[in-house]
């Protein structure tokens, strides 16, 4: 099993481009199963997510080309199956986003339930809601939700009870082949979601209010192919932005938006970052300053984004102050504290939704263990503060969703290994 070897104490310093973003590209790939014709994806990001979501549509028997820019060719003529099996849909939630257009183009699927995950129970009863609400007569047998419809699904009113990224992906995609309008309130607003809509939007798919909480959707018989580039990974840049202020350093991103991370600009800002967007550049200097702490809160979009929480936590681990860090998205997603803590930080958990970290001066390097995605960010971002060499164990977290870490972190100067 790969691992990170990471010597802390280096300002990071430097340049780099950032990738497509992984949780645009995998709902856009689901998409291309709404047509019978090619659609071609740039800036797909190379990441272990995007493989697991091209092995479902190939297994689905769809034929997909990836060229070697990353540009991904995918024609879903013919399937040879509509059930998406647990294999792989156990290693990656968002494959459940298949369900919604298998089902609005096919009058069947069957998907595996993606099951519990590390950060939480993270159920699906809204997309089932949702899809039941367009006329789907749903059922879950052995594990499996299986979905049929006579005809094609029906426009309809939904109101989701709470905000639900993949479960608005999963209804857009399937409102768009459905026989008139369909109105989705409590949509989340995620640009990720815009993303999409645009995607589909450019297969001739009519869609009003993205980026807005009532998203509208007037259904039509057919789409067709497109070409279209997805747009730069927001968590990746603020991931890295996060990273060169708890170093104390000065980073210059490329190919980013900085108008999809707001509210994480604003909190980098608020610990002393001197932060400056050009076009699409956004460059961060700490002047070799410490941070200062600052309190955060996640919310759903245009809120802080959980999936930066536990980067921001590491940062304020090393900062100067007192801070209150309030996970309101998922019910346990503290779980890098723990690992951080060995490393000498002084974080407390309060409550499951609440830590209290009290800044200290430095950092002291030991064996940790990555326990999700994100969170095994985190601890890079407190390898990189703390004196020593700290080994970081299980990174498959991290090479689902960060794009050649080692490579990216080597160009701002850390001194990261990757060891087997
Ligand atoms: C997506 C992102 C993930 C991010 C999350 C929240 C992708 C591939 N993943 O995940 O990185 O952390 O949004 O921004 O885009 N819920 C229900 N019932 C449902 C659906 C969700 O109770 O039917 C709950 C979940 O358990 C969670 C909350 O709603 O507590 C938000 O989940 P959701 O927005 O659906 O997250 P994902 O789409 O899985």
Do not use: W
């Amino acid at each position: 099993m790969d691992k990170l070897l990471i010597t802390g104490g280096r300002c990071l310093s430097g340049s780099l481009r950032i990738s497509g973003a992984k949780n645009s590209a995998l709902p856009i790939l689901a998409a291309t199963l709404l047509i019978d014709e090619p659609a071609i994806i740039g800036n797909i990001p190379h990441l272990h997510d995007v493989t697991t979501m091209i092995e479902l549509l190939g297994c689905l028997g769809a034929q997909v080309v990836v060229d070697e820019k990353m540009r991904v060719e995918v024609t879903a003529a013919h399937l040879g199956q509509l059930k998406a099996p647990y294999e792989l849909v156990k290693t990656m939630r968002a494959s459940f986003v298949v369900l919604g257009p298998l089902l609005a183009r096919f009058g069947a699927a069957e998907v595996s339930l993606p099951g519990g995950c590390a950060i939480g129970a993270r159920p699906v009863d809204q997309h089932l809601k949702g899809l039941e609400a367009l006329g789907a007569e749903i059922e879950v047998v052995d594990g499996y939700v299986r979905a049929k419809v006579d005809g094609r699904l029906r426009g309809a009113d939904i109101a989701f009870d709470l905000v639900t990224v993949g479960g608005t992906e999963n209804i857009l995609m399937a409102a768009c082949l459905a026989e008139g309008t369909t109105r989705i309130s409590n949509a989340a607003r995620e640009p990720e979601i815009v993303d999409l809509a645009n995607f589909l939007s450019a297969m001739g798919a009519r869609i009003s209010g993205q980026g807005t909480s009532v998203i509208e959707v007037e259904g039509v018989q057919r789409l067709h192919g497109c070409e279209y580039s997805v747009m730069p990974d927001r968590v990746e840049t603020g991931t890295y932005l996060i990273a060169a202020a708890a170093t104390g350093g000065r980073v210059k991103l490329q190919q980013t938006d900085a108008s999809t991370l707001e509210a994480v600009l604003e909190k980098l800002r608020a610990a002393g970052a001197d932060v400056r967007v050009d076009g699409a550049v956004i460059e961060l200097d700490m002047h070799g300053r410490r941070p200062k702490a600052v309190d955060i809160e996640t919310a759903p979009y245009p809120g802080f984004p959980t999936d930066m929480q536990a980067q921001y936590l590491a940062m304020n681990a090393v900062a100067i102050g007192e801070s209150r860090v309030t996970e309101t998205i998922f019910e346990n997603r503290f779980m890098h504290v723990q690992e951080i803590n060995r490393l000498g930080a002084d974080i407390d958990i309060q409550s499951a939704s609440t830590a209290i970290v009290r800044g200290v001066d430095s950092l002291k390097a030991a064996p940790v263990m990555a326990t999700d995605l994100r969170a095994s960010f985190s601890l890079v971002v407190a390898a990189l503060v703390a004196e020593g060499t700290t080994l970081i164990d299980r990174i498959y977290h991290i090479d689902r969703g960060y794009e050649t870490i080692e490579e990216k972190l080597q160009l701002l100067g850390a001194d990261v290994q990757r060891v087997r």
